[in-house]
């Protein structure tokens, strides 16, 4: 069916794994509003997200914090890069994360590599480091054979939970906030979740400099013979949304907690309450089970472009079957 002029170029769907938070779909989900798109019609779709992203895709985004598009015509990596440049926000470049990622094509990188079993647990990108990505976004390149969501949970109402059952602990963490340590390589490490070496991580190979930039993000660097142990903190665990008024579960405690082990690292000693104290395991359990209870994970279909608000929504990764091949981008 074809669109109506003047008409918008999307139209708000449902899919069977959305849910109802505070009685806003959550995710939003746009598909194009006069039915499946013509080929060569990306430039169209890239005309309509200039068009309206401040009139329909920026409010609806403020409202869900997360927005998937389905059905547009984007198919490769190049087709995702220029789609991301029309929404206009600027590039944050990935210094201080601590995914192994590549570069594909212009401000277009690889999804966290880490092995396909693996399960990458839930965070809010960067929350690790001072400066982070106000939007992501993801890309569904090459669907997988099976599994490999990526979940997305509201950060809001994982704050107001762990605020119900642990008011103690969170008026601790919002007073003190966390510290996380990592110890890096020199090069990336594909094995590990967290296999980022200090090369790629400050993006140059001299030490001089590595530590200028780790000083700017305010970290310590401690360097050994073939490595370097890294230490951020303490940094606020709970912040304010001042978009939407509220307070934000803005941590990386559980993915750290659980997630963050390799030959170098023991997960338990990556992030700790101040003056190293160690998270209680129970609170850490608790937190898992309360973003898993909350969390909504679309199958990916080829083509999909999910775009995350980072201080509204936390995600995750789960375990796939290749292939599998989503991109991402990160924007100030």
């Given at each position: ?8 170029f999307?139209?708000e769907?449902r899919l069977?794994?959305?849910?109802a ?12 509003s006069?039915g ?9 779709f890239l005309?309509a997200?200039?068009?309206e992203r ?9 409202e869900?914090g997360?927005?998937?598009?389905r ?5 490769t990596?190049?087709?995702?890069d220029r ?8 590039e944050l ?11 594909v094509v ?8 880490s092995?396909p079993?693996q ?12 400066t ?15 599994g ?7 950060s ?11 008011p ?5 963490l919002?007073k003190?906030?966390l510290?996380?340590t990592r110890?890096?390589?020199e090069g990336?490490d594909p ?15 001299d030490?001089?400099?590595?530590e200028e930039?780790a000083?700017?993000l305010?970290?310590?660097?401690e360097w050994?013979d073939d ?11 709970v ?8 307070k934000i ?7 750290a907690y659980t997630?963050w ?7 338990v000693k ?5 003056h190293?104290?160690?998270l209680p ?6 937190c898992?089970k309360i973003?898993e209870e ?5 199958l ?8 995350i ?5 936390l995600h995750?990764?789960?375990?796939f ?7 991402a981008?990160?924007?100030?």
């Amino acid at each position: 069916m074809a669109r109506v002029a003047g008409s918008s170029f999307f139209q708000e769907a449902r899919l069977p794994e959305q849910r109802a938070v505070e009685g806003v779909a959550f995710p939003a989900v746009l598909v194009p509003s006069g039915g499946p798109p013509a080929e060569g019609s990306h430039d169209e779709f890239l005309a309509a997200v200039r068009s309206e992203r401040a009139s329909r895709l920026e409010p609806l985004l403020r409202e869900a914090g997360a927005v998937l598009l389905r059905g547009f015509p984007a198919r490769t990596a190049a087709d995702f890069d220029r789609a991301v440049d029309a929404f206009g926000y600027e590039e944050l470049p990935y210094v201080g994360g601590a995914a192994p990622r590549s570069n594909v094509v212009g401000r277009v990188f690889t999804a966290n590599e880490s092995p396909p079993d693996q399960k990458i647990p839930f965070h809010h990108e960067m929350a690790q480091v001072p400066t982070f990505p106000a939007k992501l976004f993801f890309f569904c390149e090459v669907e997988p054979k099976s599994g490999g969501e990526t979940p997305i949970v509201l950060s809001h109402y994982v704050y107001k939970r762990m605020n119900e059952k642990f008011p103690e602990f969170v008026e601790k963490l919002e007073k003190h906030g966390l510290i996380y340590t990592r110890v890096l390589g020199e090069g990336d490490d594909p094995s590990s979740p967290i296999g980022r070496g200090w090369h790629s991580t400050f993006l140059t190979k001299d030490k001089t400099v590595a530590e200028e930039r780790a000083a700017n993000l305010g970290m310590t660097l401690e360097w050994t013979d073939d490595a370097v142990k890294t230490v951020m903190g303490p940094i606020p665990a709970v912040k304010w949304d001042e978009v939407r008024m509220r307070k934000i579960w803005f941590n990386s405690m559980v993915a750290a907690y659980t997630g963050w082990k390799d030959a170098r690292n023991d997960p338990v000693k990556a992030v700790t309450l101040v003056h190293g104290s160690p998270l209680p395991a129970d609170v850490i359990e608790e937190c898992g089970k309360i973003l898993e209870e909350e969390c909504v994970a679309v199958l990916w279909q080829q083509g999909d472009i999910l775009l995350i608000d980072n201080w509204a929504v936390l995600h995750s990764r789960r375990s796939f079957k290749p292939p599998r091949r989503v991109l991402a981008s990160l924007c100030k």
